[in-house]
């Protein structure tokens, strides 16, 4: 604890005086870009690996990026996702999975949370991930088989999404696009779901043309 509070020592006196206007400005509300969906994984930092300001991304983590179906019983990401996307109206929703996530072992493995009710019966919105991993990888090495995993329930977690009717009405108003990433714990490495190969491509690649067309505003911008 006490390198916490040393941490918002140094936060209060030498960040926040650096950022202080945008701190003024967030007072007054919020207009996040993103919905980043991921893992509570303590390893995961989000304005680390995005390298985002504060009130950039709104951001909802629980154990194995899960995103449950819509359904009759409310529960903290059916509200989250609700109030992002229908009075947020966030553009972008980034669901994250990572390398060396504990939940997908989990899911995988049901023995190892067999003493886990509630961590059980979470994991089970990622079977459908697991049944195809099973189908599908049974020839790959452990590791090869958790990556493909950790895809297949991004994928799985994306598609859950769409049932969420706030997420199908601004899809169909084409107000929204919905990402799929998993993050390399290991190497930084971060690739993203392109669904006309459906495969998982280095992000460089996968947003090319978004990338250039970027550069290319931003070089208009200076030469105006």
Known sequence: MPNFVKGVIHFQQEVFPQKKELFERLSLG???EALFITCSDSRIETAMITQTDPGEL???RNAGNIV???GLNTGAMTAS???AVAVLEVPHVVICGHTECGAMKGAMNPEMVAGLPHVRDWLGFSRAAVEVVRETGA???ERERMLMLTEQNV???LNHLRTHPSVAAALAKKKLVLHGWVY???DGAVTAYDAATERF???AERYAVELAARVAGEGHGCAA
């Open 155 to 157: 994928v799985l977690q």
């Open 30 to 32: 919020q207009s996040p």
């Open 68 to 70: 449950p179906p819509h």
């Open 139 to 141: 020839e790959l090495d």
């Open 81 to 83: 996702i609700e109030f």
């Open 201 to 203: 491509l280095p992000v």
């Open 184 to 186: 390399d714990i290991k």
């Open 58 to 60: 709104f951001i909802c």
